[in-house]
């Protein structure tokens, strides 16, 4: 999985397209990100034990071919690439060559 936790990325396609937010949670046997402020649903919640109704608003998993990296140098998406330097793999972006 070449996205990690706190990655700033944007939507490609979607209802959510061209909002950015970072990267809460990977699920990578899904081949899917939670990513924050979008793709979120309602859940209604039905009154128990004293406690009242309510609706609550969370963020559902969205697959990782809808989102971008977020390169902050050139304020445009890019993709992950890795290169492999003194042994040890780091990730670039794949524009500019640059450590992520």
């Known amino acids: 999985m070449k996205y990690k936790v706190g990655d700033e990325v944007i939507v490609m396609a979607g209802k959510d397209k061209g909002t950015r937010g970072k990267i809460l949670r ?16 309602t859940r209604h ?9 309510e609706r609550i608003r969370r963020e559902r998993p969205l697959d990782i071919s809808k989102i971008a990296i977020w390169n902050v140098e050139t304020s445009q998406p890019d993709r992950i690439g890795y290169q ?11 524009k500019t060559g640059k450590k992520i």
């Open 26 to 41: 990977v699920l990578p046997t899904e081949g899917k990100a939670v990513v924050q402020g979008v793709n979120f649903y």
């Open 45 to 53: 919640v039905k009154p128990y034990g004293g406690k009242v109704g």
């Open 84 to 94: 492999l330097k003194d042994g040890e793999k780091i990730r670039i972006y794949k």
